[in-house]
């Protein structure tokens, strides 16, 4: 069976920083596009940050840019996020997302169906004092 399951988050205080990690389970996360999305309480998800097939490409949204980085670590089948100078508006559960096929050269932050088919159980950010 194909399974994701995110690792990593945890309490940071403002201006921390925290690593994040994506496990691939039954297959090789390097020939899926992997991307990163969270939800706060009271808000909808909204698309974080991603990783085209092989690396090929990356986006962030502009909330994150310039703090967040998604990388691979292809040795642990892996796709980590690391993420600094963390904010409150940051606290939200993160989800960890994946696609196969053509589409998958290219960076989308859409949730929708097809366009990330896999998903994992989330991990919780909480930026606090």
């Known amino acids: 069976q194909l399974q994701l399951v995110e690792s990593g988050g945890g309490l940071v205080q403002p201006g921390g920083s925290l690593r994040l990690s994506c496990a691939a389970s039954?297959?090789?996360?390097?020939?899926?596009?992997v991307g990163w999305f969270r939800q706060a309480p009271g808000k909808e998800r909204e698309g974080v940050t991603c990783?085209?097939?092989?690396?090929?490409?990356?986006m962030y949204a502009d909330s994150v840019k310039g703090r967040f980085t998604i990388s691979r670590a292809n040795a642990e089948d892996t796709v980590v996020l690391q993420m600094t100078d963390l904010k409150p508006e940051d606290t939200a559960v993160y989800y960890c997302?994946?696609?196969?096929?053509?589409?998958?050269?290219?960076?989308?932050?859409?949730?929708?169906?097809?366009?990330?088919?896999?998903w994992g159980q989330g991990t919780q950010v909480t930026v606090s004092s």
């Open positions: 990783i085209s097939r092989s690396g090929m490409s990356t």
């Open positions: 039954g297959f090789i996360l390097d020939d899926y596009r």
């Open positions: 997302a994946a696609v196969w096929g053509p589409t998958a050269k290219i960076c989308t932050l859409v949730p929708d169906k097809g366009q990330y088919d896999y």
